[in-house]
């Protein structure tokens, strides 16, 4: 029976022995056999590589914060407060700022930075010029460090005569808890979908045509209709893992807000958001 293989075949005499070398070359369906092997290993690196970086937790900032109020607020006279800020979320917090809409402040209005864990107090003055007691809007905006812009309301009536109490404690005004849907936001689109660029993956703002990567054309979305969201099926306007998250955390918070989540249910439901 032939041999399959080629081999090479030589003898050495050494008086009444003869020593047989064998040389047997590999067969070149081994060789792209053991090659083929090495490619899907390789292969398989690189798909376990992409997995374990794509699952990572998502990481976001979140803001939490306390205005402690000393004394009565006395109009036309500048009164302090002392604000207290933590970052309970798993991503650092930018350009934090605070403003009032009937309240002229001065002293610090802006953390340019807050660690996720940490925790900062600020010191600042405001001033009301009138005796009539309205109601005062509160607004806190922060940024992520991809650039995902969030805010929180919070609402409290000045002058007052709150003396060692927190004040800007939630949403709603105290003693407007009947008015609750008056300061309710409503469900409507925000602008918050990204564009997908389909060559090369790359998300842009919603109001992007062009990719800033490949430079591909980026299909124009349809966010007028009635059924915009059933836009996120196209491959080229879809809601990433990101926005999706950041609705679910701000929402967390508006239920915060309206007393409708306690402080251990609004903890553990973040928690679960953020793991």
């Known amino acids: 029976m032939p041999n399959q293989m080629a081999d090479n075949i030589s003898f050495t005499n050494f008086g009444s022995q003869k020593k047989v070398k064998i040389k047997r070359k590999r067969s070149v369906k ?7 092997l090495l490619d899907e290993v390789i292969e398989a690196k690189k798909l376990a590589d992409e997995t374990i970086n ?16 000393s004394s009565s607020f006395v109009y036309n006279t500048w009164n ?22 009937r309240l002229q402040t001065r002293g610090q209005t802006i953390v340019d930075n807050l660690d996720a864990g940490e925790q900062t107090k600020i010191k600042m003055e405001a001033l009301v010029s009138t005796n009539d007691k309205e109601i005062t809007r509160m607004d806190l905006y922060y940024h992520s460090i991809e650039g995902d812009t969030f805010t929180v309301v919070r609402r409290d009536w000045f002058p007052n005569d709150y003396e060692g109490l927190m004040v800007f404690k939630a949403e709603i005004p105290p003693g407007e808890e009947a008015n609750a849907k008056k300061y309710s936001h409503s469900e409507v689109f925000s602008g918050e979908l990204y564009v997908v660029c389909s ?4 998300r ?34 879809v809601q990433d893992n990101r926005e999706v998250l950041i609705q679910k955390l701000r929402k967390l918070g508006e239920l915060k807000d309206r007393g409708m989540l306690s402080d251990k249910e609004f903890k553990a439901a973040k928690s679960q958001l953020l793991e």
């Open 199 to 202: 060559k090369c993956g790359v």
């Open 80 to 101: 302090s407060f002392e604000v207290s800020l933590t970052n309970s979320g798993n991503g650092l917090a930018r350009n934090i700022t605070i403003s009032f809409d």
């Open 30 to 36: 081994f060789a792209n056999k053991t090659e083929k």
């Open 54 to 69: 794509n699952s990572k937790a998502i990481s976001l900032p979140f803001i939490e914060f306390e205005v402690f109020q």
């Open 204 to 237: 842009a703002p919603s109001n992007f045509r062009i990719c800033g990567k490949c430079g591909s054309r980026l299909q124009k979305r349809n966010d007028r209709r009635s059924d915009w969201g059933s836009n996120l099926n196209d491959t080229t306007a």
